[in-house]
């Protein structure tokens, strides 16, 4: 018989504790403090987008130098800032509970 390739289950010894799995680690936080912050993160964002490419006619590639700019008012691209925007929104009203490794979204307790 071949014991390199043999796997035998391993079963906890009796009276041991079994832990549980961790939760997994919460992820990215891309949200403001409140809904007209972060709308306003948002439209200095797009507006230094829509500026820096309306005005090449006008003043040159230079003004594209500002396009970059954009990504600190967003923390990272648009799509960043559109979840900041779902987070934001929805702080508060929804709660991540997870129980034996299972996470499951529900509303959270109005106090």
Same mark, same amino acid.
């Given at each position: 018989?071949? @014991?390199?390739? @043999?796997?035998?289950?391993? #079963?906890?010894?009796?009276?041991?504790?079994? $832990?549980?799995?961790?939760?997994?680690?919460?992820?990215?936080?891309?949200? =403001?403090?409140?809904?007209? $912050?972060?709308?306003?993160?948002?439209?200095?964002?797009?507006?230094?987008?829509?500026? =820096?490419?309306?005005?090449?006619?006008?003043?040159?590639? /230079? @003004?594209?130098?500002?396009?970059?700019?954009?990504?600190?008012?967003?923390?990272?691209?648009? #799509?960043?800032?559109? /979840?900041?925007?779902?987070? #934001?929104? =929805? $702080?508060?009203?929804?709660? $991540?509970?997870? /129980?034996?490794?299972?996470? @499951?979204? =529900?509303?959270?307790? /109005?106090?």
């Amino acid at each position: 018989m071949d @014991t390199l390739n @043999t796997v035998e289950p391993v #079963t906890p010894a009796r009276g041991a504790k079994v $832990r549980a799995a961790a939760p997994p680690a919460p992820g990215p936080d891309f949200a =403001s403090k409140s809904v007209p $912050r972060h709308l306003a993160r948002g439209a200095v964002g797009f507006g230094l987008i829509i500026g =820096s490419i309306a005005l090449v006619p006008v003043a040159g590639p /230079v @003004t594209l130098l500002a396009a970059p700019l954009a990504l600190i008012a967003f923390r990272g691209c648009p #799509t960043c800032w559109m /979840v900041g925007l779902a987070q #934001t929104v =929805s $702080r508060g009203r929804l709660e $991540r509970r997870c /129980v034996d490794g299972v996470c @499951t979204l =529900s509303k959270a307790p /109005v106090d």
